[in-house]
């Protein structure tokens, strides 16, 4: 399921604590979790490009696309077709 | 002697040896354990990874490759030219050179070892040299390939390092873009990416480079070790399509999901055990 990869992204490349901190499809990250940063942003698309199989282009980052963890599935999921 | 070069414990079963070689006029330097026992069981031929994932890799690498020997490899591990402790400047580094030194290297380490069974150790974007590099090599398809979370496809690999200059400069409030990096390579320009000088002579082979199923399956076996650092997680899908293809081709081919922090990319160097243990046991069985 693309939302399993995506928290276990999110949790491997911010290092999150899965034990103090819920993640799910309402989480907002971008401008809320202080761990998610410009350079986080980077990692975080690399590692779904490389464990999806999927290119992320330029024109496709944008402040909407991270906003929560659903945004950031819904992505995915249209680029898997 | 170089410190990078991690020494082994005084009563390590292997020998080390350390220097310069020149391929086309270039200074290579080389790192190379041997098995103090005869007879060398395998000779291994390390394909390091790219820019700041070598140096981030280079403590377990030296780790591993001292355990390979110990266990009764002789392993080679060169510094490509423009990288580590060989001359030139990583700006100068040229793909078509790389693949030429690669080849250089298995050719010497073959005739220092032909009775040994050839292995290959390439670590992420190693994987795209070794792919490209496949053809010229000896006794690839008799040789047993290792991959630490392989890199597949150049051109997404050099976007995604572009990417962190795009990042960079929009946090200095510029206004770059990959497509605009890219049209500056081929105009012939230096780009600066995280201390990184890239030219197109380096990126050119870079962004044509894949690892594909169809080149590295000709191997007679592939293990591809993933890592991650949490239970339970899934392997990438790439890298299982990958592992199937190799199969179908009916190369010896295994995808294993090892659990550990990602290495190449973390803040402090880190050097799993898990890694090496696992690379034993995929080059010298259990």
């Given at each position: 399921m693309v939302s399993v990869g995506i928290k276990a992204i999110l949790i491997e490349v911010l290092g999150l604590n899965p034990g103090k901190i819920t993640i799910d499809k309402e989480t907002r990250l971008l401008?809320?979790?202080?761990?998610?940063?410009s350079m986080a942003v980077v990692s975080v698309l690399t590692a779904i490009e490389d464990h999806f199989g999927i290119a992320v282009d330029d024109d496709e980052i944008d402040g909407a696309l991270f906003e929560t963890v659903g945004s950031l599935c819904q992505f995915v999921e249209s680029k898997l077709g | 002697m170089d410190a990078h070069v991690d020494q082994p414990a005084a009563s390590a079963p292997a020998e080390l040896s350390a220097d310069f070689v020149t391929v086309q006029g270039r200074r290579l330097f080389c790192v190379r354990r041997r098995a103090l026992v005869a007879p060398i069981t395998m000779r291994v031929l390390v394909v390091p990874p790219f820019a700041e994932e070598l140096n981030k890799c280079r403590r377990l690498l030296a780790l591993c490759t001292q355990t390979l020997a110990a266990a009764g490899a002789e392993v080679w591990w060169p510094d490509l030219s423009g990288t580590g402790d060989s001359a030139g400047e990583f700006a100068d580094a040229c793909w078509s050179h790389w693949l030429d030194e690669l080849c250089h290297f298995d050719l010497a380490l073959a005739l220092a070892a032909p009775a040994a069974a050839p292995a290959y150790l390439a670590v992420r974007s190693g994987a795209l040299l070794l792919a490209a590099a496949s053809s010229r090599l000896r006794d690839f398809e008799r040789a047993q390939v290792l991959l630490w979370q392989p890199v597949l496809e150049g051109g997404r690999y050099l976007q995604q390092f572009l990417r962190l200059r795009v990042m960079a400069s929009r946090l200095r409030g510029m206004d770059e873009s990959l497509p605009s990096l890219m049209t500056r390579l081929v105009q012939g320009e230096l780009l600066e990416v995280g201390g990184y000088g890239l030219r197109a002579q380096l990126t050119d082979g870079l962004a044509a480079a894949q690892a594909s199923a169809a080149v590295l399956g000709m191997a007679r076996a592939v293990t591809v070790l993933e890592f991650k650092n949490s239970a339970g997680a899934s392997p990438s899908m790439p890298l299982v399509q990958f592992g199937a293809a190799c199969q179908t081709l009916g190369c010896a081919a295994l995808v294993r999901l090892v659990e550990c922090e990602q290495f190449w990319a973390t803040q402090e160097i880190s050097a799993p055990a898990v890694v090496i243990d696992a690379s034993l046991t995929a080059l010298l069985g259990p």
């Open positions: 401008g809320s979790l202080p761990e998610f940063d | -």
